[in-house]
């Protein structure tokens, strides 16, 4: 006779992330007065995962302004309007360079790591467990010990950030990777955990490790090294140094961005849990714990101390007026023709600056104007989904077909989660047909044998222009997660450098030359038939990826 199986057990086995989401809809109205009561901390819920009406953004458009349109010279009076709500850098547009493989961007970093004097400062979801990963933490030792030998006050410090969830799973995970500098270099390393808000209560007792993190995580995708740094969308692990393609773009000594990016990295870091020389963690000193503590009182220190970081950095811009300034020191006129504007998507705190630039930037898209958008998780908000089918703007939409999905041939429910994306797709071509927008809205399939796709971002094409004038670079997918509940950041990147706007046009090329045009036949195929249990799980899931 078989042994009893614990409650524990059984919830697990039958867990999914559908049932979790009637779950916390059930807790979140059972104790949704939990915090005013003072009740235990084992009541405290994740809120509500539904996705509600989007509300309208808060950045508008002043009265009588244009829609961006036009030449290459207006580029200020089209953009100019991002730098009234977030920071604005200007930059040579010769310092920032795209990266193309998955080796170039390891390649890269390994060598910025062993050549950095005052900081490296890393910032992912995860930090994998194999030899590459292994190589890696081998340079930060080296450095790290470098500095040592060189000085009775070492100058390196290294500080990490990654997500608490993912990066504590299994018995060898990205801690223990990261426990013998941690115990060897002490006074110059730390290493942060961030750990959502939402995961609390019974909800945190009752997920399996292997899908807590679908309830919200840390996505930040930032490297810097010195006054260098890499904005990514690609995780540190070995698929993402090989054969999983993503974007990558490096600035070269941009100071101002790289101390932005090292502030708010900081930022997360205060408000996260702290790994120690013995593999416990713990918060700093005065902060409210994020599964412990009061949810809102966590968020309303955790939104303070990061938006301080935005706040400070955008007053300090605005007063030196880099924007409206043509010559500065040491710089001749036109030298820098770049703007990198970062936008940080925090919803889980009650920052949304990225989602209301982002609609902002699509809103405004003119009728000849042309958008290349790309998500390896194809999954629109519904605001973002209004305004691409509701504008006049050509959108070129590319996607990962679901060969080169990330959980292609996964075990258990997450092997469906390619037919899921797959009647995603289907859904939204659906609705381009029945509004006769074929012509101006295409969707594009990624292939790519033995590769995996995790690219996004978009690039904008002004009316008359065969080279962009603008990117969005960084982790968000542009779908409910990215923009709900995880923690992201890209940057708005505006150049009238040629050269650049050369590069910019080149990846995107690239990537879409592997691709293929979506059609009513692409659905028909047999590779492409969806089982009728996960249309049915689709609608109840899709909010968790």
Not at 87 to 115: C, E, N, W
Not at 196 to 225: A, C, S
Not at 448 to 458: C, D, E, I, N, S
Request: glycine share 6%.
């Amino acid at each position: 006779m078989a042994a009893p199986m614990s409650w524990r057990r059984l919830v697990h086995s039958v867990y999914s992330p559908a049932i979790a989401g009637v779950f916390t809809r059930i807790s979140d109205r059972l104790f949704r007065a939990r915090d005013r009561r003072g009740g235990s901390s084992v009541l405290l819920l994740a809120p509500l995962l539904a996705e509600a009406d989007p509300a309208p953004y808060r950045i508008t458009r002043p009265t009588g302004s244009a829609g961006a349109q036009g030449s290459a010279d207006g580029l200020c009076a089209h953009f100019k309007w991002m730098a009234e709500h977030v920071p604005a850098f200007r930059v040579p547009g010769t310092h920032i360079h795209i990266l193309r493989s998955p080796d170039q961007f390891y390649q890269t970093m390994k060598a910025r790591i062993k050549t950095a004097k005052r900081r490296v400062v890393m910032a992912s979801l995860y930090l994998g467990t194999g030899q590459l990963e292994q190589e890696m933490v081998d340079c930060m030792e080296e450095a790290l010990q470098r500095s040592q030998d060189h000085s009775h006050s070492p100058d390196l410090k290294v500080s990490i950030l990654l997500d608490y969830t993912r990066g504590s799973r299994g018995q060898i995970n990205s801690r223990t990777m990261l426990l013998p500098l941690l115990q060897r270099f002490t006074s110059q390393m730390r290493v942060s955990l961030y750990h959502t808000p939402d995961l609390r209560g019974l909800l945190r007792m009752l997920v399996p490790q292997r899908f807590n993190e679908t309830i919200g995580v840390q996505h930040i995708k930032v490297y810097l090294f010195d006054d260098s740094i890499i904005i990514s969308g690609a995780n540190l692990s070995d698929s993402y140094f090989t054969n999983r393609q993503d974007r990558y773009v490096l600035l070269e000594n941009c100071r101002e961005v790289a101390d932005f990016f090292s502030d708010l990295v900081e930022a997360v870091g205060d408000v996260s849990l702290q790994l120690q020389p013995d593999d416990s963690v713990n918060m700093l000193e005065g902060m409210v714990h994020p599964y412990k503590g009061n949810r809102q009182d966590f968020s309303t220190v955790a939104r303070e101390r990061i938006m301080e970081v935005m706040n400070t950095a955008h007053t300090r811009q605005r007063l030196l007026n880099r924007w409206e300034d043509s010559e500065d020191e040491g710089m001749s006129e036109g030298e820098e023709d770049t703007w990198v504007f970062p936008l940080v998507q925090m919803r889980p705190l009650g920052i949304q600056v990225d989602e209301q630039v982002t609609q902002r930037l699509l809103t405004d898209a003119g009728p000849d104007s042309t958008v290349f958008l790309t998500s390896g998780y194809f999954n629109l908000t519904r605001a973002y989904m209004r305004l691409v089918l509701g504008a006049g703007t050509n959108y070129r939409i590319l996607t990962a077909s679901p060969e080169v999905n990330g959980f292609f041939g996964a075990k258990g429910v997450a092997g469906a989660i390619p037919a899921a994306y797959v009647h995603i797709a289907r859904q939204f071509y659906n609705q381009v047909c029945q509004l006769g927008q074929q012509e101006r809205v295409h969707l594009h399939e990624y292939h790519r044998p033995q590769w995996t796709f995790h690219a996004k971002g978009l690039w904008y094409y002004l009316q008359g222009q065969d080279r962009p004038c603008l990117t969005l670079i960084g982790s968000p997918n542009f779908g409910y997660r990215s923009v709900h509940r995880d923690l992201e950041a890209q940057i708005a990147i505006v150049t009238e450098n040629e050269e650049l706007q050369s590069q910019l046009q080149e990846e995107q090329e690239s990537l879409y030359q592997r691709s293929s045009e979506v059609s009513s036949s692409t659905f028909e195929r047999p590779d492409r038939h969806v089982k009728l249990w996960v249309k049915l799980v689709t609608p109840l899931i899709k909010n968790f990826f």
